[in-house]
């Protein structure tokens, strides 16, 4: 490597300097916590032994130190807290749409389970609007959606016509991918077709109107119309493995 004229001069150079203050600066940020650390365990006579010309400085550089430590980890604080909120529709007071001895809120409270089961072994942290049996009312899972990094609750349509068909999710234009990966995950799965726009729906388009789960930033899925026989009978015999469909979205969605 062949050195410039001057090279001895180059400190007088602004690029060099500013580079050098850059290099400072880095190296500061990469180690204050270690050096807060280490100031920390100094004994307090020897800090006394620092010429009085430098204290001030020190005093400057050290505060420096513990700001760039401090803020260096407050993003790990928030990650800790993250966590998926997955719920059931209706409620054991509210059965919902009913096929026979099929109620919704029953077929949706084993999905959720399932779906809760594969993040539990995946060591994602969520919460639920109930276990086993358990489906607790709207308000309560509304209030599940503060603080998670996404919240989903689980439905089934149900229409007068028998053919009706297809997986949806309805969601705010901020989740429409991911609302049309968690319809595409249902899909596959049944062997059924997506619905409105590759299997998003948008809450303002949505028959229903506004939905309380959707407006607090939720999404909801339709897991197919429990009033269609051959949807029906795919989601009883399929749903562990639509479950574990939905929950791999959701994990990689969470990380």
């Known amino acids: 490597?062949?050195?410039?004229?001057?090279?001895?001069?180059?400190?007088?150079?602004?690029?060099?300097?500013?580079?050098?203050?850059?290099?400072?600066?880095?190296?500061?940020?990469?180690?204050?916590?270690?050096?807060?650390?280490?100031?920390?365990?100094?004994?307090?006579?020897?800090?006394?032994?620092?010429?009085?010309?430098?204290?001030?400085?020190?005093?400057?550089?050290?505060?420096?130190?513990?700001?760039?430590?401090r803020l260096k980890k407050q993003p790990e604080l928030h990650e800790v807290n993250q966590f998926v909120t997955v719920t059931a529709g209706h409620s054991n007071k509210d059965p919902g749409a009913v096929n026979g001895k099929f109620k919704e809120a029953e077929l949706v409270s084993q999905f959720r389970n399932a779906v809760a089961y594969y993040l539990r072994e995946a060591d994602i942290q969520y919460k639920t609007?109930?276990?086993?049996?358990?489906?607790?009312?709207?308000n309560t899972a509304i209030k599940l959606i503060k603080g998670s990094s996404v919240a989903v609750e689980f439905h089934m349509n149900a229409a007068t016509s028998k053919q009706a068909n297809g997986i949806e999710t309805i969601a705010l234009p901020k989740d429409k991918k991911l609302a049309q990966e968690l319809s595409k995950a249902v899909a596959d799965v049944f062997g059924s077709r997506l619905r409105g726009d590759n299997g998003w729906i948008d809450q303002s388009q949505s028959a229903r109107g506004k939905l309380g789960f959707i407006s607090?930033?939720?999404?909801?899925?339709?897991?197919?119309?429990?009033?269609?026989?051959?949807?029906?009978?795919?989601?009883?015999?399929?749903?562990?493995s639509a479950a574990k469909a939905v929950a791999m979205i959701l994990i990689k969605h969470s990380k």
Not at 31 to 56: G, H, M, R
Not at 219 to 227: A, N, P, Q, R, T
Request: charged share 15%; net charge negative; with cysteine.
């Open 129 to 138: 609007d109930g276990v086993g049996t358990l489906n607790q009312d709207l």
């Open 1 to 69: 490597m062949k050195l410039i004229d001057n090279w001895k001069q180059a400190w007088k150079l602004k690029s060099v300097q500013v580079g050098a203050i850059s290099a400072f600066f880095y190296l500061l940020i990469l180690f204050s916590e270690q050096f807060v650390q280490v100031w920390n365990i100094i004994p307090q006579d020897l800090k006394a032994y620092i010429p009085a010309q430098w204290q001030e400085y020190v005093g400057c550089f050290v505060g420096v130190a513990m700001v760039l430590a």
């Open 216 to 240: 607090n930033g939720g999404l909801i899925v339709e897991l197919g119309f429990i009033s269609n026989e051959a949807e029906l009978a795919a989601f009883n015999t399929k749903y562990w």
